[in-house]
């Protein structure tokens, strides 16, 4: 197992440092590399293979095989007596590299590969563990994903028939592309976890942590930021402004339920999708470079968060209710040390990783004319932002603890898993100052009045309140309406039931009603028993015709005479 996990690592650290100096010489030389391979063609329509790389395709593969090195090197003490560690490096290998192709593809048809594989490979890794949640969860995020991958194939659908390629590089808006433009949102929602499809990513924490440090940090759910970020010139208008509004109630929402929820991992996954909101939500008001800055440091930060949380879940003996698992600043001082750096570069405490890039975004928001109730809603999911952070760090370094647990509470026994997170930490405190001058060689000109600085720092104190005072509403407020408003917010707005019970009961009673209504009730009428009892009734009246035949031949006699009797008089009288 030490064998197999070190020499990933290694391969993968190496990709990493030669994507990274690919990524500045192509940023600094001003490069693209546009590779297309012609397959064949059919119907004046043409099959080829294009690989696209820029500095941006590179620096993007670089923080993922870094990320993946580490990750590699985690697992080798997270996952020790697993008897299935050979599967799981091979499907960490194969997500990996389904996300190097879905990096470096401009071609719909090769980005399906990499999106299906990506779909596929997390469907492997959340059912992981055997048992009934992980099977659950893995369904959601399976099925969550598969209407991504059918409404690429719809886009593909089009395209082939409208333009005649799939590479949507090279085409502007216009009516078969703004088609297209509406079913690559729909995929890039869906990967993102935006609402209405943002239950599958809590839901996808029952799979084993390095899993969600990789996986649901840095790779799997930015994939669809990505997707957008390349595909931005091809929305129109409309579809930005809805958009725009989905990712910030995804942020408000994630906030929120971040604020009430306990589970460890769940709280590190809404904080993940508060973030994927505000990069969807720059990118909608024209911060393409501001997302994708913000995308990197997520990922180094966010990576760190999760690997902090594993060791502590790994020491506790598979503990995760916050509520039990305080104390750890006595017991693992490395590891609070680097989760409360890594929350620090979650709220955007100065100097951290975070702050060069969330900072930014929020003076470029308000500099930009988006509405108050757009300021309103970002400021304040920022506030909860902080809020969440600030109460995780309270539960986990000075809360109660399982005393249950507290034989393997030894960080010498993590050697290999704090050298992984020393890896991260030192990019968390200084990449950020470094890629700003790397990514904004053109620095962002703001300039706001004094009125507006003070109000975005009001509105982060408003959402910080607003935060804390929605952990304590069940003390406050009527205890069933409390607990009401608790299950609904922590619920995430009953998106859970909705994406899961409510859909399938929807359509189950439908199904039903149809059952009772129409199979066995208008078509019973007026099909098989309607048809069947009009010809027995049919048969019965002949046979009363057929069993009184001489009275009827008789009258029909005496009717006959009495017409032709008519007849004659009618002609005696003409």
């Given at each position: 197992?030490?064998?197999?996990?070190?020499?990933?690592?290694?391969?993968?650290?190496?990709?990493?440092?030669?994507?990274?100096?690919?990524?500045?010489?192509?940023?600094?030389?001003?490069?693209?590399?546009?590779?297309?391979?012609?397959?064949?063609?059919?119907?004046?329509?043409?099959?080829?293979?294009?690989?696209?790389?820029?500095?941006?395709?590179?620096?993007?593969?670089?923080?993922?095989?870094?990320?993946?090195?580490?990750?590699?090197?985690?697992?080798?003490?997270?996952?020790?007596?697993?008897?299935?560690?050979?599967?799981?490096?091979?499907?960490?290998?194969?997500?990996?590299?389904?996300?190097?192709?879905?990096?470096?593809?401009?071609?719909?048809?090769?980005?399906?590969?990499?999106?299906?594989?990506?779909?596929?490979?997390?469907?492997?890794?959340?059912?992981?563990?055997?048992?009934?949640?992980?099977?659950?969860?893995?369904?959601?995020?399976?099925?969550?994903?598969?209407?991504?991958?059918?409404?690429?194939?719809?886009?593909?659908?089009?395209?082939?028939?409208?333009?005649?390629?799939?590479?949507?590089?090279?085409?502007?808006?216009?009516?078969?592309?703004?088609?297209?433009?509406?079913?690559?949102?729909?995929?890039?929602?869906?990967?993102?976890?935006?609402?209405?499809?943002?239950?599958?990513?809590?839901?996808?924490?029952?799979?084993?942590?390095?899993?969600?440090?990789?996986?649901?940090?840095?790779?799997?759910?930015?994939?669809?930021?990505?997707?957008?970020?390349?595909?931005?010139?091809?929305?129109?208008?409309?579809?930005?402004?809805?958009?725009?509004?989905?990712?910030?109630?995804?942020?408000?929402?994630?906030?929120?339920?971040?604020?009430?929820?306990?589970?460890?991992?769940?709280?590190?996954?809404?904080?993940?999708?508060?973030?994927?909101?505000?990069?969807?939500?720059?990118?909608?008001?024209?911060?393409?470079?501001?997302?994708?800055?913000?995308?990197?440091?997520?990922?180094?930060?966010?990576?760190?968060?999760?690997?902090?949380?594993?060791?502590?879940?790994?020491?506790?003996?598979?503990?995760?209710?916050?509520?039990?698992?305080?104390?750890?600043?006595?017991?693992?001082?490395?590891?609070?040390?680097?989760?409360?750096?890594?929350?620090?570069?979650?709220?955007?405490?100065?100097?951290?990783?975070?702050?060069?890039s969330k900072d930014l975004i929020a003076e470029f928001l308000s500099m930009s004319v988006s509405g108050f109730f757009v300021y309103m809603i970002f400021y304040l999911s920022i506030g909860l932002t902080v809020s969440y952070s600030m109460r995780l760090s309270y539960f986990i370094f000075f809360g109660d603890y399982n005393v249950f647990s507290l034989t393997s509470l030894n960080e010498k026994n993590?050697?290999?898993?704090?050298?992984?997170?020393?890896?991260?930490?030192?990019?968390?405190?200084?990449?950020?100052?470094?890629?700003?001058?790397?990514?904004?060689?053109?620095?962002?000109?703001?300039?706001?009045?004094?009125?507006?600085?003070?109000?975005?720092?009001?509105?982060?104190?408003?959402?910080?309140?607003?935060?804390?005072?929605?952990?304590?509403?069940?003390?406050?407020?009527?205890?069933?309406?409390?607990?009401?408003?608790?299950?609904?917010?922590?619920?995430?707005?009953?998106?859970?039931?909705?994406?899961?019970?409510?859909?399938?009961?929807?359509?189950?009673?439908?199904?039903?009603?149809?059952?009772?209504?129409?199979?066995?009730?208008?078509?019973?009428?007026?099909?098989?028993?309607?048809?069947?009892?009009?010809?027995?009734?049919?048969?019965?009246?002949?046979?009363?015709?057929?069993?009184?035949?001489?009275?009827?031949?008789?009258?029909?006699?005496?009717?006959?005479?009495?017409?032709?009797?008519?007849?004659?008089?009618?002609?005696?009288?003409?």
């Amino acid at each position: 197992m030490i064998f197999y996990c070190t020499v990933f690592s290694f391969i993968m650290a190496v990709f990493s440092f030669i994507f990274f100096m690919l990524g500045l010489l192509f940023s600094f030389s001003n490069l693209n590399l546009f590779l297309e391979f012609n397959l064949f063609y059919l119907n004046q329509s043409t099959f080829d293979m294009i690989l696209y790389i820029d500095w941006m395709t590179c620096m993007f593969m670089s923080f993922v095989f870094y990320i993946s090195s580490l990750i590699f090197s985690y697992s080798n003490e997270y996952m020790e007596g697993d008897i299935y560690i050979k599967r799981f490096i091979f499907l960490m290998s194969m997500f990996v590299f389904s996300m190097m192709m879905l990096i470096i593809s401009m071609n719909l048809v090769a980005i399906l590969v990499g999106w299906d594989g990506l779909g596929l490979i997390s469907y492997a890794l959340v059912i992981y563990y055997q048992n009934v949640k992980s099977f659950n969860a893995g369904m959601l995020t399976a099925l969550s994903n598969r209407i991504g991958d059918a409404a690429i194939l719809v886009g593909i659908s089009i395209m082939m028939g409208s333009v005649g390629s799939w590479n949507f590089l090279f085409f502007n808006i216009d009516h078969e592309m703004g088609m297209v433009s509406w079913f690559l949102v729909l995929a890039a929602i869906t990967k993102s976890a935006q609402i209405p499809f943002s239950s599958w990513l809590p839901a996808a924490m029952s799979a084993p942590t390095p899993v969600s440090s990789l996986v649901h940090s840095s790779t799997l759910v930015t994939a669809g930021v990505y997707l957008l970020i390349r595909v931005k010139d091809l929305l129109n208008t409309d579809l930005i402004m809805i958009l725009l509004f989905l990712s910030l109630f995804t942020m408000f929402m994630a906030g929120m339920a971040a604020n009430l929820e306990y589970d460890l991992k769940k709280i590190i996954a809404l904080s993940t999708l508060s973030q994927l909101g505000l990069m969807v939500s720059i990118l909608c008001l024209g911060g393409s470079d501001l997302a994708f800055f913000h995308l990197l440091m997520h990922a180094l930060f966010k990576a760190l968060l999760f690997m902090c949380a594993g060791c502590i879940i790994h020491n506790m003996m598979d503990m995760q209710d916050i509520r039990f698992i305080g104390g750890q600043i006595y017991f693992l001082p490395f590891t609070c040390m680097c989760m409360m750096v890594s929350n620090f570069a979650l709220c955007g405490i100065p100097f951290m990783a975070g702050f060069y890039s969330k900072d930014l975004i929020a003076e470029f928001l308000s500099m930009s004319v988006s509405g108050f109730f757009v300021y309103m809603i970002f400021y304040l999911s920022i506030g909860l932002t902080v809020s969440y952070s600030m109460r995780l760090s309270y539960f986990i370094f000075f809360g109660d603890y399982n005393v249950f647990s507290l034989t393997s509470l030894n960080e010498k026994n993590n050697k290999i898993m704090n050298k992984s997170m020393l890896g991260l930490i030192f990019f968390v405190v200084m990449m950020g100052s470094m890629f700003s001058w790397f990514f904004l060689s053109i620095p962002y000109f703001i300039y706001l009045p004094v009125g507006m600085k003070l109000m975005t720092c009001m509105f982060i104190i408003i959402g910080a309140m607003f935060g804390y005072e929605l952990n304590n509403i069940f003390y406050y407020y009527d205890m069933k309406l409390g607990y009401k408003m608790k299950m609904f917010i922590s619920m995430m707005w009953n998106m859970p039931v909705l994406s899961t019970v409510g859909i399938s009961n929807s359509f189950l009673f439908l199904g039903k009603e149809f059952y009772k209504k129409i199979d066995h009730g208008w078509l019973e009428y007026y099909g098989k028993e309607g048809v069947s009892s009009f010809l027995l009734w049919m048969s019965k009246n002949m046979q009363i015709y057929s069993l009184n035949h001489i009275k009827i031949y008789f009258l029909i006699f005496l009717c006959f005479m009495g017409l032709v009797s008519m007849l004659v008089y009618l002609s005696s009288l003409m």
